[in-house]
């Protein structure tokens, strides 16, 4: 009986007590609790315009920039007409007069030659020096 009675009292030394460990984290936690600063979020400022003041409408994007098409064949177009390579230079200088901040967006088919693009490019810095032209690809 002894041996029983020895190995018993053993095992219960070997139990750790939790006790006082489950009172130090949860008097932690609630001094974490009480001393966070929690963060106010803030609200987005949305400028909504007023019912009364009429609203502007959007410029026209046909009006904004200068388009010229260029197909397979050489052919140059602004809008639905055809265009002669050299009144280009005039015509670009007309839609510039009427829109200043435009720029130049040829549409330039995969085919077509660098010398239209080259002409084209050349007028409309004839026109104003510091016009922006841009080169846009295009297939069929």
């Known amino acids: 009986m002894s041996r029983r009675?020895?190995?018993a009292v053993e095992e219960e030394k070997?139990?750790?007590d939790l006790t006082p460990m489950l009172d130090v984290v949860f008097?932690?936690?609630i001094f974490f609790?009480?001393?966070a600063s929690f963060v106010k979020e803030k609200a987005l400022d949305v400028?909504?315009?007023?019912p009364d003041q009429q609203v502007e409408t959007p410029p026209d994007p046909d009006k904004q920039n200068i388009l010229i098409s260029v197909n397979s064949a050489d052919e140059i177009w602004m809008g639905p007409t055809r265009i002669d390579s050299r009144a280009v230079r005039a015509r670009i200088a007309q839609l510039y007069a009427e829109n200043p901040q435009a720029i130049v967006i040829i549409r330039a088919h995969n085919k077509s030659s660098a010398d239209t693009y080259?002409?084209?490019a050349d007028a409309a810095k004839e026109v104003?020096?510091?016009i922006q032209v841009?080169?846009?690809p295009y297939e069929d």
């Open 5 to 7: 009675r020895g190995k």
């Open 14 to 16: 070997a139990d750790i």
């Open 27 to 29: 008097i932690m936690l």
């Open 33 to 35: 609790i009480v001393t």
């Open 47 to 50: 400028n909504v315009p007023d």
């Open 118 to 120: 080259v002409t084209i």
């Open 128 to 130: 104003n020096p510091n």
């Open 134 to 136: 841009s080169l846009v």
